[in-house]
């Protein structure tokens, strides 16, 4: 059965880090472009970050620009999500899935939950 996985979350302060994983189970990650999602209580889900197969091209949403950093290890079959100086409107369940866009995902994992909070 071919999944992805998200891990990471927890509760952080707001200024604080986290980091998100992102494993494949039942195919080689190596071959797929790999977006990270969020969608914030109340909104809609919207892309935060996108990384290539061979990771040679990135792209991040204008509200994370500078914060957050997506990176990938195809030998581990892992892609992650750095997240630094972490505001209270990031607050959110993120996901990740195959592609860059939210509505040409077939299914949603279970996400992993992020409460940015004092």
């Known amino acids: 059965q071919l999944q992805l996985v998200e891990s990471g979350g927890g509760l952080v302060q707001p200024g604080g880090s986290l980091r998100l994983s992102c494993l494949a189970s039942g195919f080689r990650l190596g071959s797929y472009t790999i977006g990270w999602f969020r969608q914030a209580p109340g909104k809609e889900r919207e892309m935060v970050s996108c990384?290539?197969?061979?990771?040679?091209?990135?792209t991040y949403a204008e509200s994370i620009k500078g914060r957050f950093t997506i990176s990938r290890s195809n030998a581990n079959n892992t892609v992650y999500l750095q997240m630094n100086t972490l505001k209270p409107e990031d607050t959110a369940v993120y996901y990740c899935a195959s592609g860059c866009t939210v509505s040409r995902v077939g299914s949603w994992g279970q996400g992993t939950q992020v409460p940015v909070s004092s």
């Open positions: 990384i290539s197969s061979s990771g040679g091209w990135t």
